[in-house]
Each structure stands twice: as structure tokens, then as C-alpha cells.
């Protein structure tokens, strides 16, 4: 298994421009996430889903789109890029398994600076 | 949502010192993740441990739900346990994870 796969690991934005970053799994998980982290920091929910064609907003959604058409994509949009999306973005899954287990596993992320 | 306070922030050991980290939360929670950072930005499932206690090789970790903490002990540290040490909860609701800000380990040769 290649577990949690993202694509691009690095990208340079210019103020206004769009993207999207890719995140795939094959772990057959039903819980994907996106994270960004900043220098320094923790990792900040950004979006979050259940399943396919159910998404739902973590703590920093501004200024991101996601959609869930299979269980295994989880694509992540950019809409008009800012300098305070300039991060690193990670993607996860998790089994969500019944009696509770529901480990995270994390893609290697990919750097984005907006510029 | 939930507040999640990681100790110390930041720790500096000589190679073969043992050490303790700190995750405190606010709330109840399904479940609790420790990850390594390495220094090329990997994050490293180190335990999956919602309650009890767990060992693997010179790591181990304790949670203790009730009280709401959870600690990771790094024994014999080495220069490659260097790199930043993530606290991560699950809420009850919507399956949310939570991190806290990390604790930065540089282990000196």
C-alpha cells in the first residue's frame, strides 16, 4: 500500500492565482482530512470527511473548497491565493472503524508559498 | 473546540538522557495520537493510546482519560529522536482532531 499520497510537494503561487492539491489514499479509510500547518505551529483542521460526498468545515476553512466524489480523493482547492495561505499542507485518513478505533495516518505534505 | 496544551515546548537532552512530554486537554475525548516530526517535515505515527499504556522499543506513552493528560517517555534518547513531538485528541462530536503546538527535542551528541 502506498497509504496517504499528495501531489504537488512543492508550489509557488502568485497573489490571485488558484490550485488544487491533490491527496489520495488505498487504505480504503472512510475519514479524510486537510491540515495546514505554519512555521513553529501545531497542525489546524481546514476541512474534514466522513465519506464520499459528505464534507464538513474544521477550524480554518477560509478561502478553501473541498469535494469528496470517491473514497479515495480528497482534493483540496485554492480560490484566489493570499500570502496567509503561504504553508504546509497536509492530508490524512482514518479507518473510523466501529468500537472507536480511528488512528490517523498522515500523506508527506506539500509546501505552498504564495507570493 | 477542544484545547490542547503540550509541555515542555521546548527540551534539549545529551545523547542517552531519558525525558518525559506532557499533553494536557480540555474536554473528554474518543482517542489520542503522539507523532514525531522529523526534521524533513514527516509526521510519524508514534501511538495510537486512548487510555492506558504502551511500549514500543525505547518509547512509551501513558494516558490517563479521567484526568485528561497523557505523557510520552523517551528513554536512552538518541540524536535521531530529535525533531518536534505532536500531541493530537478526538472530540467526542464529528471526529475532529485537535494538535497541540509540540515540544521541539534536540538531542546533542
Known amino acids: 500500500n502506498a497509504g496517504v499520497t499528495q501531489t504537488p510537494k512543492f508550489r509557488i503561487l502568485k497573489i490571485g492565482q488558484s490550485m488544487t492539491l491533490q491527496c489520495a489514499q488505498d487504505?480504503?479509510?472512510?475519514?479524510m482530512y486537510w491540515y495546514r500547518q505554519d512555521p513553529g505551529m501545531g497542525l489546524k483542521l481546514i476541512y474534514y470527511s466522513v465519506g464520499a460526498g459528505i464534507t464538513d468545515k474544521g477550524e480554518v476553512p477560509n478561502g478553501y473548497n473541498v469535494s469528496r466524489s470517491t473514497t479515495e480523493d480528497f482534493p483540496l482547492r485554492l480560490e484566489l491565493a493570499a500570502p496567509s495561505q503561504t504553508s504546509v499542507y497536509f492530508c490524512?485518513?482514518?479507518?473510523?472503524?466501529?468500537?472507536?478505533?480511528?488512528?490517523?495516518?498522515f500523506g508527506p505534505g506539500t509546501r505552498l508559498t504564495v507570493l | 473546540g477542544i484545547q490542547v496544551e503540550q509541555s515542555p515546548p521546548d527540551l534539549i537532552l545529551q545523547e542517552g538522557a531519558n525525558s518525559t512530554l506532557r499533553c494536557n486537554f480540555s474536554?473528554?475525548?474518543?482517542?489520542l495520537q503522539w507523532f514525531h516530526q522529523n526534521p524533513w517535515g514527516q509526521l510519524i505515527n508514534l501511538f495510537y493510546?486512548?487510555?492506558g499504556t504502551k511500549q514500543n522499543g525505547r518509547l512509551s506513552a501513558t494516558t490517563v482519560a479521567t484526568e485528561r493528560y497523557s505523557l510520552l517517555y523517551i528513554s536512552s534518547s538518541q540524536t535521531t529522536d530529535s525533531g518536534v513531538y505532536f500531541c493530537a485528541v478526538e472530540g467526542y462530536n464529528f471526529n475532529k482532531f485537535y494538535f497541540g503546538s509540540g515540544t521541539k527535542l534536540n538531542v546533542k551528541p
Open positions: 474536554d473528554s475525548v474518543n482517542n
Open positions: 490524512a485518513s482514518s479507518p473510523s472503524e466501529a468500537g472507536g478505533y480511528n488512528e490517523q495516518f
Open positions: 487504505m480504503n479509510h472512510n475519514y
Open positions: 493510546i486512548p487510555s
